[in-house]
């Protein structure tokens, strides 16, 4: 019987690995260089054809080896990928991740700890709760956070895969800790998030009430009468950076309009959360620590590679609904004798230590490392604004909130917005996204790379400019 192929742990392992990464590296050099830009050209039946041109069958009887299936497999998706750190890549709320990140993420693959029980990740484990507790405190403030370990009483916060997980949680944690006043109402501006109105359908709640968002953002007003004579025990959902246009609901105003009511407040700042690292730009979420719940996610404006969601908790006694029992995981000897209960920390069995690229992140870069880049990405966004709004060819929506620009040719049609985006997709020469605002169409830019030059915007202008007119 011949040998098995080399683990990724264990002493031998970062031995094993090292020629691997090498042909994983020049793979990835190749492919983006074949690509020649943020998306492969020709549109998704030109890229399916290519892939299988390229890969082959999937299930060979006869296997390629490591080098080769690497080599092949990983420049393909390369070749074929849509590149986040392309200046041009500018669609969407995906984020090129920092190198030292996707580094810390090797090194979570390699090590493969299972985050559901403290004998499968013990150092994993303790770096969660350290970090975590660290980012709790970031957005509740100084609550007299303890050093470690975490004391009950104080702040806490899950990690999750992302902003959707973070709200579902949310709404499953307020369903919860007002299950003996009835069936909980969710409250959401028209600008909430998607994840909402489906965590309210997935937790068999009733239809959600719909505020109206006249001005992009959640009108207080609104809510005020919304809420008034709403019987029954009640969450409001805001958001602070909302996914068209990057904007932030009056927050102080909305927490009023909940304490009058009696109502529980959930902030959805998955975008929006990076500003807390920012000296200069934190007051804009003034109000976010009187929530009951947070959605963060790192891997928006955090530059993580995916998945880097968080929610964060006021009361940690409102985690108690997670606490599950399952003797081969967290027996009540094992844990009377120290070992730390981590199935209540979510609702995901296995899952990785996405933990510690964030942890990686935040001790290299610091709160001032992490401050600038987000700053430099507003300020960015701000720049791109203000030379569309000289422009005689453009409409501007308005002046960005966060790194999220909206804007459309002048005179032209919905249509022609719409098939100017989808020409530029097809051709592999940029990704913009699009918003639907005010009853028109937009071409949305969200800029979240750091590396991006004014040349670079002015591209983008010019190859939108060339299909305005076709």
């Known amino acids: 019987m011949s040998n098995p192929p080399p683990l990724a742990g264990g002493p031998q392992g970062p031995q094993a690995l090292r020629p691997l990464l090498n042909t994983v590296l020049d793979a990835l050099h190749d492919g983006a260089t074949a690509r020649g ?17 390229l890969t082959g069958d999937p299930l060979p009887h006869h296997g390629t080896g490591p080098d080769t299936a690497l080599r092949t497999l990983v420049q393909a998706l390369a070749e074929g990928a849509a590149d986040p750190a392309d200046p041009l890549c500018a669609a969407h709320l ?27 990740a013990p150092a994993a484990s303790a770096l969660e709760a350290l970090v975590t507790d ?23 916060a899950l990690v999750t895969t992302g902003g959707t997980e973070a709200n579902q949680l949310a709404v499953l944690l307020a369903r919860e ?22 965590a309210a359908w997935l937790l068999g709640l009733p239809d959600p009430v719909t505020v109206p968002a006249p001005t992009g953002t959640l009108d207080p007003a609104a809510l005020d009468e919304a809420l008034t004579d709403l019987p029954g025990p009640k ?10 246009a990057g904007l932030i609901d009056p927050l102080p105003e909305i927490a009023d309009v909940c304490e009058a009511h009696g109502a529980r407040l959930h902030v959805d700042a998955a975008y929006g959360a990076g500003l807390l690292f920012s000296p200069t730009r934190r007051t804009q979420l003034t109000g976010l620590d009187r929530a009951a719940t947070v959605a963060l996610d790192l891997h928006k404006l955090g530059w993580q590679p995916v998945a880097a969601g968080l929610l964060a908790v006021r009361d940690p006694a409102d985690l108690a609904p997670l606490t599950h029992h399952a003797d081969y995981l967290n027996a009540d000897d094992d844990t009377e004798a120290g070992l ?27 709160r001032t490392g992490l401050g600038a880049l987000v700053d430099q990405v507003c300020d960015q966004a701000q720049e791109f604004a203000a030379i569309l709004h000289a422009h005689p060819g453009f409409e501007l929506y ?53 590396h991006t030059q004014p040349g670079d915007l002015a591209q983008l202008l010019k190859l939108v400019e060339g299909n305005t007119a076709r």
């Not at 030292?100 to 693959?109: E, I, Q, R």
Request: net charge positive; aromatic share 2%; charged share 20%.
């Open 398 to 450: 308005d002046t960005p909130t966060l790194s999220t620009v909206l804007f459309r040719p002048h005179g032209a049609p919905d249509e022609r917005i719409a098939h100017i985006r989808r020409t530029l997709l097809t051709q592999g020469r940029a990704v913009l996204g699009r918003a639907r605002i005010d009853g028109r169409l937009w071409l949305k830019a969200t800029l979240l790379n750091p």
């Open 134 to 156: 660290a980012l709790a405190h970031e957005v509740y403030g100084d609550t007299g956070r303890p050093a470690h370990p975490v004391r009950p009483g104080h702040p806490q």
């Open 177 to 198: 800790a007002r299950a003996s006043e009835g069936p909980l109402q969710l409250i959401t501006g028209a600008n909430a998030h998607h994840s909402l109105p489906r």
């Open 340 to 366: 730390p209960d981590l199935l209540g920390r979510s609702l995901r069995t296995t899952r990785r230590p996405d933990i510690l690229k964030i942890a990686v992140t935040l001790k290299a870069l610091g």
């Open 94 to 120: 995906h984020c090129p991740p920092l190198a030292l990140a996707t580094a810390a993420d090797l090194a979570a693959s390699a090590l493969n700890p299972s985050m559901d029980s403290w004998d499968q």
């Open 37 to 53: 830009g943020p998306l492969p050209a020709g549109g998704p039946h030109t890229v399916t054809a290519r892939l299988r041109e």
């Open 235 to 244: 969450l409001v959902a805001a958001t602070a950076g909302t996914t068209d």
